[in-house]
Nanobody, 118 residues
Framework: VQLQAYGGGLVQAGGSLRLSCVASGSIRSISAMYWYRQAPGKQRDFVARFNNGAYYADSVKGRFTISRDNHKNTTYLQMNSLKPEDTAVYYC???????????????WGQGTLVTVSS
């Protein structure tokens, strides 16, 4: 099982980006899908979660929207009104039951860099 995140890049403050994360491999089911971010020199922080509804960190509420396409095993993070403090490596994360298993394992993607210039 792998998670592949993409869509990062350089954007000016006030702009938008859309991140995508695709889960692939031998997957039986996916529960929650998440986005985290890690700014330079800081810890990795929760950004958003989608599992029977969307949940957000206070710092991104009203600006970011998480969504999910279950048929494609994909989660998206639409980021609007970006600020320089949103600059970070964004990681996707998911609770997945691999084929042949009955238990959820937690998986991380490789991260995609988002840079917001002022």
């Amino acid at each position: 099982v792998q998670l592949q995140a993409y869509g990062g890049g350089l954007v000016q403050a006030g702009g938008s980006l859309r991140l995508s994360c695709v889960a692939s491999g031998s997957i039986r089911s996916i529960s929650a899908m998440y986005w985290y971010r890690q700014a330079p020199g800081k810890q990795r922080d929760f950004v958003a979660r989608f599992n029977n509804g969307a949940y957000y960190a206070d710092s991104v509420k009203g600006r970011f929207t998480i969504s999910r396409d279950n048929h494609k095993n994909t989660t998206y993070l639409q980021m609007n009104s970006l600020k320089p403090e949103d600059t970070a490596v964004y990681y996707c994360n998911a609770d997945i039951v691999p084929t042949g298993s009955f238990y959820y394992d937690n998986y991380w993607g490789q991260g995609t860099l988002v840079t917001v210039s002022s």
